[in-house]
Structures are given as C-alpha cells and as structure tokens.
C-alpha cells in the first residue's frame, strides 16, 4: 500500500480574501525601509511558505543596500527581514 501525503507546491499557493495582497506587502516593506516605489529598484515580491506559515517574500535594493523581508500573508506583520551592503 502507498500512502499519499499532501506537500506544499508554489503554484498551491493562492491569494484568499483573508490575505493581504502582494502590493500590500510591498508597502509594509516599503514603508519599514522609509522608502518608497521610486527610490528602489529590482522589486521583487512572490509568495512562500516559511516559518510555519504563508509569507510574501519581498525584496528590493537602493544605492546601496538590499533589503530582504518575510512578511505574513495573513496579517501583514513582518516576520524577518534583513539590510545588507550591495556589492
């Protein structure tokens, strides 16, 4: 007998009206940053499973850090994030 268990895929990962938005956690990230869409560049945000539970990683950088952040999909709170020097 093979048993079948459930594994968590990107592309099972879905928006529900309980989430917030990608944009949304743009904008967190953003604003934790002090910065805003026209002073960053290599925007980034995709959905992810970590830590337990369903993040939007999001990422971007400015002259001259990266800034890395794991914000909950669930209620916007910024679960990791991270600034580093660019090369």
């Known amino acids: 007998d ?29 604003a934790h940053a002090g910065m805003t869409r026209s002073q960053v560049w290599d925007l980034e945000a995709e959905k992810d499973y970590e830590y337990g539970t369903d993040i939007y990683e999001v990422n971007f950088e400015d002259t001259a850090y990266e ?20 090369d």
């Open 2 to 30: 093979l048993h079948s268990f459930p594994t968590r895929r990107s592309s099972d990962l879905r928006t529900s009206a309980s989430e917030i938005a990608k944009d949304q956690a743009i904008d967190i990230a953003l």
């Open 67 to 86: 800034y890395d952040y794991d914000i909950s999909r669930a209620d916007g709170k910024i679960i990791n994030f991270s600034k580093e020097y660019s």
